[in-house]
């Protein structure tokens, strides 16, 4: 089945203590992304990568970083977590985006985070 | 399940009627948009998508129209079902943004039966 992947589904941690959720699609996706869901805001994205070792900024990065060492796997870093980084957050994969067509983009089930 | 109804417009509708989900978006450069539903506890999932070329476009039981004029979307629902209820989204991309998207701030979609 084509999916994409997210773990832990739910996660509650303290201020400070390293955690990494994990992002992976079987449909052989050039372009994954992250967002954070928050009452009010909607979706915001937080780092997207449009192949393997191309990473980049979305609009809210501060606090986070990724990696994409492998197509499949797009991992989320929060080196130092804090309160304000308690979120839902939703991994995304696609083909490429642009090029004269639009392709689809592919959500995970989300990652509920707590920061205490 | 995790909800993201809180703060957002609401329509509440009868089941068999038709619902008219109304989207502004920001960016005159946009070059296709896109709805998405999001049921409770899950992530986005994508109805319909149309390209700034375009005015109309119809799926099954679905029709998004967009009014570039005044930078407005809408989704019709026709025949509104209970399995309908969900969070509903319009998002934009723009090659100007590297062909991010980028989120409206949803409409939460009850259906009465």
């Known amino acids: 089945e084509a999916q994409v992947t997210q773990n832990p589904r739910y996660l509650i941690t303290v201020t400070g203590k390293k955690l990494t959720v994990t992002c992976s699609q079987n449909m052989n996706h050039e372009y994954m992304s992250w967002y954070r869901q928050d009452p009010g805001l909607g979706l915001r994205q937080i780092y997207y990568?449009?192949?393997?070792?191309?990473?980049d900024k979305g609009d809210v990065p501060e606090g986070y970083k990724v990696s994409r060492k492998e197509k499949r796997n797009f991992p989320l870093i929060l080196e130092s977590p804090s309160p304000n980084q308690t979120s839902l957050y939703f991994c995304?994969?696609?083909?490429?985006?642009?090029?004269?067509?639009?392709?689809?983009?592919?959500f995970g089930p989300g990652t509920r985070l707590t920061v205490l | 399940g995790e909800s993201v109804g809180l703060h957002l417009p609401t329509l509440s509708v009868q089941e068999g009627d038709n619902s008219i989900i109304n989207c502004a978006y920001s960016?005159?450069?946009?070059?296709?948009f896109i709805w998405y539903k999001q049921e409770s506890g899950k992530g986005p999932q994508f109805i319909i998508d149309i390209r700034s070329n375009m005015d109309k476009r119809q799926g099954q039981r679905v029709t998004v129209l967009l009014n570039k004029t005044v930078k407005h979307l809408s989704l019709q629902i026709a025949a509104t079902q209970p399995g309908d209820s969900a969070v509903y989204f319009c998002?934009?991309?723009?090659?100007?943004?590297?062909?991010?998207?980028?989120f409206g701030k949803g409409t939460l979609l009850t259906v009465n039966p």
């Open positions: 990568s449009m192949n393997v070792e191309v990473t």
């Open positions: 960016n005159s450069a946009s070059d296709y």
């Open positions: 998002a934009e991309i723009s090659p100007r943004s590297n062909y991010k998207l980028t």
């Open positions: 995304a994969s696609s083909h490429p985006l642009g090029g004269g067509s639009y392709n689809e983009q592919f």
